[in-house]
């Protein structure tokens, strides 16, 4: 099994097989628009627009499941993103981490990379790093800056 065996939900709710990801470096991170995190999405996008055109994709997946701090709509966050962030990479439809109605996504990633809390995602902004082969390879806590890991995004990139 692997990450390319899952499909998720856009914005308008339409399945998207992440499939179409293979041999593309992943970061998927759980997100919030009102967040002390939230500014991070800044060097999400940064990052995207370096290293998009090398075979690097972000997968935004807000999450309220924090202090509810991942309020509106689907696509009220999707536009809050674009406009108060700028940004281009894909905001996905708005899930759980933890507990019985986890996202099965989420579920996979925490048993494949374990962080503080187990397998429990401990706030928005936890990242999951995935190789071009939809290997798991690293996790970060919400408290990393994604510049921290750049070298590590860069160095899969070019393996």
Same mark, same amino acid.
């Given at each position: ?9 856009? #914005?308008?709710?339409n399945?998207?097989s992440?499939?179409q ?6 970061l ?8 002390g995190?939230t500014? *991070?999405?800044?060097?999400? *996008?940064? +990052?995207? +627009?370096?290293?998009k ?10 999450? @309220?499941q924090?202090?509810? *701090?991942?309020?509106?709509? @689907? ?11 700028? #940004? #281009?990479?894909? $905001? ?10 986890a996202?099965?996504?989420?579920v996979?990633?925490?048993?494949q990379?374990?962080g ?7 706030? @928005?902004? $936890? ?9 798991v ?14 070298? *590590? ?7």
């Amino acid at each position: 099994m692997s990450i390319y065996d899952f499909s998720v939900k856009d #914005t308008k709710g339409n399945d998207v097989s992440l499939e179409q990801y293979k041999g593309k470096v992943l970061l998927i991170v759980n997100t919030a628009t009102a967040c002390g995190f939230t500014p *991070q999405y800044k060097e999400l *996008q940064d +990052l995207y +627009l370096k290293y998009k055109d090398k075979g690097f994709e972000i997968l935004d997946f807000p999450c @309220n499941q924090f202090g509810k *701090q991942a309020p509106g709509s @689907n696509e009220e966050i999707a536009s809050f993103c674009e406009i108060k962030y700028k #940004t #281009t990479f894909r $905001t996905f439809a708005k899930i759980d981490v933890n507990g019985k109605n986890a996202d099965p996504l989420y579920v996979y990633l925490k048993q494949q990379e374990k962080g503080f809390l187990g397998e429990a995602i401990k706030w @928005n902004f $936890t990242k999951f790093l995935i190789d071009k082969e939809g290997n798991v390879v690293d996790r970060y806590a919400p408290i990393t800056r994604p510049s921290k890991f750049e070298d *590590q995004i860069a160095e899969l990139l070019n393996k």
